[in-house]
């Protein structure tokens, strides 16, 4: 199956501090991209569905300028969180769809853990 | 917009039975419906999935089955063996490139040895 690749796997941050999350497809074209943010035992939240060349959407609830969403080209989106605090501790997992087919593939995840 | 849900949330077995994990959904334009196994800390994998024209697919010990009619479609693993444990979503969408995918809550499964 395709391949999403997603770093850094684990990130431990001061508060206040920023944080980038890569996510790339590895050998497919994904015009879409999909970012989630998952808590402990529970399902996947979508926070943004992200278009390449365009702006991202936002999921009610999710601040745009806390999550920014870029998706340069066609393999690759970043999510970064800004002025992070606790709160935003969690598991990010990103996504993306084959340009094809309609299948979804996931990243590896990310740990965050704002001190 | 479309809502899944999922049941049971969780599920124990012993090993060798069987396990069923059924999801409802309520938008009928939906018509692909993967499920997905998630270990701790990992990404979800895409186990099995299934297209609306069709009404049951099985690989191996996985089969998954399908009703548009009631909208619902559940998840069947046979021979359950302890490297089942996971948690298992369900997903569904209407199929185009790049539409959203609406998971269900999960299902957190042990086979107990």
């Known amino acids: 199956g395709a391949v999403v690749s997603q770093h850094p796997s684990r990130v431990i941050c001061k508060s206040g501090t920023s944080v980038k999350i890569e996510c790339r497809s590895l050998d497919f074209q994904a015009t879409t991209m999909f970012w989630y943010r998952q808590f402990p035992k529970q399902s996947l939240m979508l926070m943004a569905t992200?278009?390449?060349?365009?702006?991202?959407?936002?999921e009610q609830g999710v601040e745009k300028d806390k999550f920014l969403i870029n998706h340069a080209s066609l393999t690759l989106s970043t999510l970064t969180v800004t002025s992070a605090h606790p709160e935003d501790s969690s598991f990010y997992i990103c996504s993306a769809s084959t340009e094809t087919n309609e299948k979804l593939f996931f990243g590896s995840g990310t740990q965050l853990s704002v001190l | 917009g479309e809502n899944v849900e999922q049941h049971p949330s969780t599920l124990s077995v012993q090993e060798g039975d069987s396990a069923v994990i059924k999801c409802t959904y309520s938008?009928?334009?939906?018509?692909?419906f993967p499920w997905y196994k998630q270990e701790l800390g990992k990404r979800p994998q895409l186990i099995i999935d299934?297209?609306?024209?069709?009404g049951e697919k099985k690989d191996q010990r996985i089969a998954v089955t399908l009703n548009k009619t009631a909208k619902h479609f559940s998840l069947h693993i046979t021979e359950t063996q302890p490297e089942d444990s996971a948690v298992y979503f369900c997903a569904a969408s209407n199929g185009n490139t790049g539409n959203q995918f609406y998971f269900g809550t999960g299902t957190s499964l042990t086979v107990i040895p």
């Open positions: 938008d009928s334009a939906s018509n692909y």
């Open positions: 992200s278009n390449e060349g365009s702006k991202a959407t936002y």
């Open positions: 299934i297209r609306s024209n069709v």
